[in-house]
């Protein structure tokens, strides 16, 4: 079955420099959630958007954006980088329409972004 | 902040079944309980979810207590692929736009799996 795809799978970045990090939901999914995992933490709401529009919001830096295209793919924008940003992103992505039992998120492979 | 309390680790030998706890004291009856687990920095891979009912599927059995307030998770054969940390979240059910849907992470449960 096809998975959510992200990429890309590493990225180094110099401080103060911007990142885009992409991701392509399952398809037929139509909400898409972005997360941080720090080093030895444990992943972290940034934010979600469904049918294009933003949904939810959580512990997301003014330097960071995001948006959801109308092929469902979302982009996370990463600007005035620094070095705490250090982590790995994951996306993941679910059908928005309830089901039996709301709507399962299935997460992608993560990015690892490196700051130096 | 998470709704849910786990032990901070547990191992289990090879071959036989891991039963891993779940405290959800709080929950509310339209929120459901979740299982990810992750396999070293890679992306959390579901397992399972329930509201009230037990549930099995081919990875795992969920077992919920009467009044919802805790939870097991059991990996019925362990092998050492399973080692993992594995996260018990609850979530409200249904759709409202995605506002509730996000997945809040507690520490979770790192299972070893010893050969």
């Known amino acids: 079955a096809a998975g959510v795809i992200q990429s890309p799978r590493h990225l180094i970045k110099e401080k103060r420099e911007t990142a885009t990090l992409k991701c392509y939901p399952i398809?037929?999914?139509?909400?898409v959630y972005w997360y941080q995992q720090g080093p030895g933490q444990d992943p972290q709401f940034l934010i979600s958007f469904y049918e294009k529009m933003q949904s939810d919001k959580g512990s997301i830096p003014d330097r960071f954006s995001a948006q959801q295209f109308s092929d469902y793919h979302s982009e996370l924008n990463m600007s005035s980088l620094e070095l705490g940003d250090s982590a790995l992103y994951f996306c993941?992505?679910?059908?928005?329409?309830?089901?039996?039992?709301?709507?399962?998120?299935?997460f992608g492979p993560g990015t690892r972004l490196l700051v130096l | 902040d998470a709704k849910t309390t786990q032990p901070t680790s547990m191992d289990c030998a090879e071959g036989r079944a891991a039963n891993l706890p779940c405290n959800h004291s709080t929950i509310s009856g339209n929120e459901y309980v979740y299982w990810y687990r992750q396999i070293h920095s890679q992306g959390p891979q579901y397992i399972i979810h329930g509201l009230k009912n037990n549930e099995t599927n081919e990875m795992a059995s969920l077992i919920i207590t009467e009044d919802r307030k805790s939870s097991t998770l059991i990996l019925p054969h362990a092998t050492l692929r399973d080692t993992a940390v594995y996260y018990c979240i609850v979530r409200v059910a249904g759709y409202d736009g995605g506002a509730t849907n996000k997945l809040i992470f507690g520490t979770g449960t790192l299972l070893a799996v010893q050969p």
């Open positions: 993941a992505s679910s059908r928005g329409t309830s089901g039996r039992a709301g709507e399962t998120q299935y």
């Open positions: 398809p037929r999914h139509d909400t």
